[in-house]
Every structure is written in structure tokens, then in C-alpha cells.
């Protein structure tokens, strides 16, 4: 997706403004469940609901890639129902999404529509992902990892990401090319 001009600077500066409010720096961990307790969003585990409505398992251990995560309403106040049945990684990367639409300020919208289907606004689904990301891993840290402070692997566990999230981050900055030119710039 092509972001309005400016949004993904606009991230940037949402992901360090809530990393400053939780006294974190660029390159600190973000656990999304502090953040979502600062934001005062309710953050309940899909499995809270399995004695009330034991289909749930099927989501949690059957086929838990069907269900990530999702903002419920009630009013003006938002809560995020979760799969706890992903790893840590993926559940830090749900929750990261959903606290990003609250930070966006996206409003409600019906889960379905008249005829039963979901209702799907890929723009702001696309917005959502990518605010989450700087929240995860700000340019400035993607920018250490490509320089060498921690590999692959290493910032997935600091940062608390799967790998292929630190990958999407390093390529989306462009923080491997920078890194990069500054050491070919350095060699010469």
C-alpha cells in the first residue's frame, strides 16, 4: 500500500513518543501489554472465554492462525481480545497491531457485513501493521541491528519479535543499505 504522504514519519513519532511515556528508549524492549496498560486498553486472552464458550479451543489449539487478535468497543473504550495460543513473538505482534489502531485513533467498524462477511479496510488494516512494527523495532534500533549490535536472531529475542519480523523491519527502514553505505563510506 502507498501511505498518505508523511504517515510513516508520523509513526516514527508515535512509536517514540509511547516508548518515552513508558521511560523506554529506542533500542529497549516493549512489552505491548505496559503500553496497553498506560493506555488504559483492557488486553483479555482469548482463553478467558473458553468456559463460557468452549469453541475457543479450537481457535486456540486446533487452528489458532485463524484468530490473531481483535479491538472490541464498548462505547468509546476499546479492549483487545488476543490468542494466547500463538507464541510470545506473535502474541507481542497482535497485540503491538491492535494497540496501533487505538494510537491511530481508527474508528469502530462492523466485524461483518449483511450478508455475513468480513468487513476489511486494508488501508488502515496496512497503517495498523506498520505503526506496530515502529513500536517493535524503531528505525534507530533496526539501524543498530543492521550496524551489528545484535544478529537476526539476537534482536528477535531482545525486542521480543519473531525473526521474520526483525527481517521486515531491517528491509521496510532500509536500515541494511544505510548500515551498509556507512561502512563502504568508512572503508574508503
Given at each position: ?52 464458550a ?34 510470545p ?17 481508527h474508528p ?81
Open positions: 500500500m502507498a501511505f498518505q504522504r508523511g504517515f510513516k514519519t508520523w509513526a516514527n513519532t508515535i512509536a517514540a513518543d509511547a516508548r518515552a511515556e513508558l521511560g523506554l528508549s529506542l533500542t529497549a524492549r516493549l512489552d505491548p501489554i505496559v503500553l496497553a496498560e498506560s493506555l488504559d486498553i483492557p488486553v483479555i486472552p482469548l482463553s478467558e472465554f473458553a468456559a463460557v468452549p469453541e475457543v479451543e479450537y481457535l486456540i489449539d486446533g487452528e489458532p492462525e485463524v484468530f490473531s487478535a481483535m479491538t472490541v468497543f464498548a462505547g468509546r473504550r476499546r479492549l483487545i481480545v488476543h490468542n494466547d495460543g500463538h507464541t513473538a506473535r502474541q507481542n505482534s497482535n497485540i503491538g497491531h491492535e494497540l496501533s489502531h487505538g494510537l491511530l485513533a469502530p467498524t462492523p466485524a461483518l457485513d449483511d450478508a455475513g462477511c468480513r468487513i476489511w479496510n486494508q488501508d488502515i488494516e496496512d497503517e495498523a501493521g506498520w505503526l506496530s512494527g515502529c513500536l517493535l523495532i524503531p528505525e534507530p534500533a533496526a539501524l543498530a541491528i543492521a550496524r551489528g549490535r545484535w544478529t537476526v536472531e539476537g534482536a528477535a529475542v531482545h525486542f521480543g519479535v519473531s525473526t521474520a519480523m526483525v527481517t521486515f523491519r531491517l528491509n521496510a527502514t532500509g536500515a541494511r543499505k544505510r548500515a551498509a553505505r556507512e561502512r563502504s563510506r568508512r572503508a574508503a
